[in-house]
């Protein structure tokens, strides 16, 4: 079951995409548990578990950017859909890595595109989410989850595996035994990317891409080699484009 949230001041706007839900999981067979909102403030001190959040910009004391932004603060995942009656609000989407923008009065069409867009993210997520790898470290045999690796460091032989912060494994970063041209072929598919001959990054935890650096989530500045430069920014792309930005 997937869990909605509208966020609307205008309440016949609140109804209208309840409406649009309820047509397309009796087509569609899916199944959503919806909750509406009518501020942005009420919405987070509820603070619900979301998957996808629609969210109107211009409403009083919040606006939906100023929503969005303490949305992602705790959740990069949910999948933010704006509706709003002003279309030059659209770049700002951008700020909050908003998955779809939509004018008001939203359309049929763009409100099944968008919706449709939307769950194939939250899938697509969940594929790469559960994936894991098994490596031999210097304690044995360990499993990690993909979706907890930031980035792989090379140095004297060994492979260090950095992880998240809320990593519930014990050693962080995670010593094995390995090679990197090995290790990265393995997880090419999963958006990891070599950053230079020394790091392979897990993209999803990218937080800025520079010229000459990558920021990771954890404030991490890692060198981009000019060697590696175009391929990683072409598989950085790659990643931009799966999760691009529909506005309609």
Known sequence: MYRIAIIDDDEKALENLKEKIESYRQSTKCEFCIRTYTSGKEYLKEDPNTDI???DIEMPEMN????AKEVRKKSKNTAI??????????????????LGYMVKPVSDYAFTLNLTHALKYLNDLSETQNQKIQLKSFQGIIVL?????????????NLFFHLKADSTYPENPVKVRGSMDEI?????????????????INIQHIK?????????????????S???????LEDFSRYLIQKRTIVL
């Open 53 to 55: 959040l629609f969210l």
């Open 64 to 67: 939906g950017i100023e929503i």
């Open 81 to 98: 859909l704006f509706c709003t009656d002003y279309q030059q609000f659209a770049i700002n989407g951008y700020e909050v890595n908003a």
């Open 145 to 157: 989850d993909l979706k907890d690796i930031l980035y792989i460091e090379v140095r004297k032989h």
């Open 184 to 200: 990265s072929k393995s997880l090419s598919a999963f958006f990891f990317s070599k950053a230079g001959q020394s790091f392979l």
């Open 208 to 224: 800025k891409a520079k010229s000459d650096k990558v920021i990771m989530e954890d404030g991490t500045e890692i060198p981009l």
């Open 226 to 232: 000019r060697i590696f430069k175009n391929s990683f």
